[in-house]
């Protein structure tokens, strides 16, 4: 195998992960924490973190091929919620520490 070949395997089960990460990570939030964040409700975060965990799964093996038109949207996806969702979530739970 060549060390293309590694890498490849390495980003393709390493974005895997991070959108499995993703998914699991809207799955267990509280439900009315999205609307307090001011974000999507959970069904639809866990809709598009679960399918964009699928897209990956599924076609992170063609990152240079024809599957690589699914790969970047589902990664992109995936990142926004852990750049943006995510931070503001965990906030809204923990609550206004600034006393």
């Known amino acids: 195998m060549l060390v293309a070949e590694w890498i490849?395997?390495?980003?393709?089960w390493g974005s895997a992960l991070v959108g499995l990460f993703a998914f699991v990570h809207a799955?267990?939030?509280?439900?009315?924490?999205y609307p307090a964040a001011e974000k999507k409700t959970k069904p639809i975060w866990m809709?598009?973190?679960g399918g964009a965990t699928l897209a990956l799964v599924l076609f992170g093996n063609?990152?240079?091929g024809p599957g690589f038109i699914f790969y970047v949207p589902a990664m992109a996806a995936?990142?926004?919620y852990l750049v943006d969702v995510r931070p503001r979530l965990i906030e809204v739970q923990r609550g206004n520490r600034n006393w």
């Open 62 to 64: 063609f990152i240079n």
């Open 8 to 12: 490849i395997m390495v980003i393709h």
């Open 47 to 49: 809709l598009i973190t």
């Open 27 to 33: 799955l267990l939030q509280r439900s009315d924490a």
């Open 78 to 80: 995936t990142l926004v």
